[in-house]
């Protein structure tokens, strides 16, 4: 097992288990996240034999980088993983701070037709190293630390839920990456089982629906998930999860050149969430070579802006990043395996 795997609380079970104690996972814990090192023989204040123990029975093994492109404020990571897949992350710089979108499966089965990450069916689930370990080496080529978080990138994050959470246990932890849950995030396209477990999950994540359409009718023809989860379905999921956390939620909603980007959609949206405690974060599309849709028309994307702004729904227009490089997210992998 590689250790990245580890929570602290299981890394104090395994000292525990080994006849130790258990403020060596605190200590252990400070190694890998705060003094980041690459080997076992670097601690220096747990006795020998177990970390002897250690090295037998974990791997201090990361991903590796393959490639990264650059673009003002953004810079786009390939990495290999163990079996030759790969998986991408995304580093935006913003006012606030840096934020990293990471991926959580190689591939996705959930089928968006829109999304070049489901163009390329799921391999597997990514074990909970894979994604800390994302963060721990954007880090480094950062030279400085990460703010915030987004679980958005390649696969459907409630998809691989048992990894997702150990993953945001570690980065959460005041040892571990020390992020804040309230700037950490996670993105679904609708998976209603999860979203109800999710509501009594302890740390205050951040939820995104992604949305993309107002109706059953729409949202069928270009997101499988509706036909197993439709929009009743999962609007009253959030309004349960909503009871429970008090948490506003994140509706995001690529905006899709006649498709779903009419005056008509705007109304249907607002009367979909408008009693909601949430906002609509409206998403220019990254076209791809791949995919037949096109973006809407700026002057279609503020039409719908202002119809949802005058009905007094919370709206955004998301931040542009990476025009110059694969912007869509899957895109620099499908680069890569398909040469």
């Known amino acids: 097992m590689n250790i990245y795997n580890l929570t602290r609380e299981k890394l104090e079970e395994y000292f525990v288990n080994h006849g130790s104690?258990?403020?060596?996972?605190d200590q252990l814990f400070s190694w890998l996240y705060e003094k980041r090192i690459s080997s076992v023989s670097e601690v220096t204040d747990i006795k020998k034999e177990m970390l002897e123990q250690l090295s037998k029975d974990f791997s201090f093994s990361?991903?590796?980088?393959?490639?990264v492109e650059r673009d003002v404020d953004v810079c786009k990571y390939l990495f290999e993983l163990s079996?030759?897949?790969?998986?991408?992350?995304?580093l935006m710089r913003h006012d606030y701070g840096n934020s990293v979108c990471i991926s959580s499966q190689v591939g996705c089965n959930m089928g968006c037709r829109f999304c070049e990450s489901g163009r390329r069916k799921k391999v597997r689930n990514l074990e909970t190293w894979e994604m800390?370990?994302?963060l721990l080496m954007?880090?480094?080529?950062?030279?400085?630390?990460?703010s915030h978080v987004v679980v958005m990138g390649i696969g459907e994050p409630f998809d691989n839920y048992d990894n997702l959470l150990d993953f945001f246990l570690i980065i959460n932890h005041p040892k571990g990456l020390a992020i804040g849950a309230r700037h950490i995030t996670v993105s679904t396209c609708g998976i209603v089982p999860k979203i109800l477990e999710f509501s009594d999950f302890p740390l205050q994540i951040n939820l995104a629906i992604s949305l993309h359409a107002p109706t059953d009718e729409l949202r069928n023809q270009i997101m499988p998930i509706n036909k197993a989860y439709p929009l009743k379905e999962l609007i009253s999921a959030l309004e349960i999860y909503l009871r429970k956390t008090n948490r506003r939620l994140t509706f995001?909603?690529?905006?899709?050149?006649g498709i779903n980007d009419t005056e008509k959609c705007a109304k249907?949206?607002?009367?979909?969430v408008g009693h909601l405690n949430c906002y609509v974060n409206l998403i220019p599309y990254n076209e791809t070579n791949n995919l037949e849709f096109k973006r809407s028309s700026t002057v279609q994307?503020?039409?719908f802006y202002d119809i949802l702004k005058k009905n007094r729904l919370n709206v955004t227009i998301r931040r542009e990043f990476g025009s110059k490089i694969s912007a869509a997210c899957g895109q620099l992998r499908s680069k890569k395996e398909e040469l």
């Open 21 to 25: 104690k258990k403020f060596h996972a």
């Open 62 to 67: 990361k991903l590796e980088l393959v490639q």
């Open 83 to 90: 079996d030759h897949e790969h998986i991408e992350a995304v």
């Open 132 to 134: 800390v370990t994302q």
């Open 138 to 146: 954007i880090e480094e080529d950062l030279g400085a630390r990460v």
């Open 252 to 257: 995001e909603y690529i905006m899709l050149a």
């Open 268 to 272: 249907e949206l607002v009367s979909l």
């Open 301 to 303: 994307l503020m039409k």
